[in-house]
């Protein structure tokens, strides 16, 4: 039976034609090891064949073409015998949770005490700390009152007749005011009916609640 090589999905391949290096990295925080590059002797020694071939040709042409040849097989070879080394050297520092199957990091991501990672057993330390911060914000919101300026963008105040601008001076207004801040004119004149009490427009002729004609 040939031999098999056990891999992880958690890895990024960072190797080249000169050499081998591997990322590991925690599937939960993404934090990770890299191993240090191991250099590919035969790369040197191709690239130098490689390197005369392209200068002098003929032999040692044809002699560079065959090196290209031997280094893709022996850099497969290579490069497997990095890979499984690299596992192996960085296995430790990693743990698969029996529940999510998900490979992490001892130090920051697995949870001794539960034996299970800290996404399927958190540190209920933290857990309420956390839970104390977010009830904490939601009472700030609960019990968060309204400025004067805020007030006026309720529905009470979108009910009366607003003006953009002064209608004495033309000046823009900003914001829904009794007086003009310009000019000091009046801009809302409250009308009630005489015959029912009903709140009236400025221009209003007849009472809409009870048809009363309004002087």
């Known amino acids: 039976m040939a031999d098999i090589i056990e891999f992880v ?3 990024d391949d960072q190797s080249t034609d000169n050499g081998f290096q591997f990322e590991f990295y925690c599937n939960r925080c993404r934090s990770g090891f890299r191993t240090k590059f191991k250099a590919w002797s035969i790369a040197t020694i ?3 064949a490689d390197a005369i071939g392209d200068t002098l040709g003929g032999v040692f042409g044809r002699a560079g073409d065959i ?9 497969e070879q290579a490069h497997d015998q990095a890979f499984e080394h690299a596992v192996t ?14 490979w992490v990091c001892r130090s920051r991501c697995w949870n001794t005490k539960k034996g299970l990672c800290k996404e399927c057993a958190p540190d209920l ?16 919101w609960r019990h968060a009152k309204m400025s004067e300026e805020d007030k006026k963008l309720s529905e009470e105040y979108w009910r009366e007749g607003i003006v953009a601008t002064c209608p004495k001076c033309e000046k823009p207004l900003e914001a829904n005011a009794k007086f003009c801040p310009n000019c000091g004119e009046k801009l809302k004149e409250k009308r009630f009916c005489k015959e029912c009490g009903a709140s009236l427009g400025k221009d209003v002729k007849f009472c809409p609640e009870c048809g009363k004609k309004q002087e």
Do not use: D
């Open 89 to 102: 050297e960085i296995k430790p520092e990693f743990i698969q949770c029996p529940k999510c199957n998900e």
């Open 67 to 75: 090196g290209q040849r031997v280094r893709s097989a022996k850099w």
């Open 125 to 140: 330390g933290v857990e309420m700390a956390a839970a104390q911060s977010s009830r904490s914000v939601e009472e700030v």
């Open 46 to 48: 191709t690239n130098v």
């Open 9 to 11: 999905k958690n890895y």
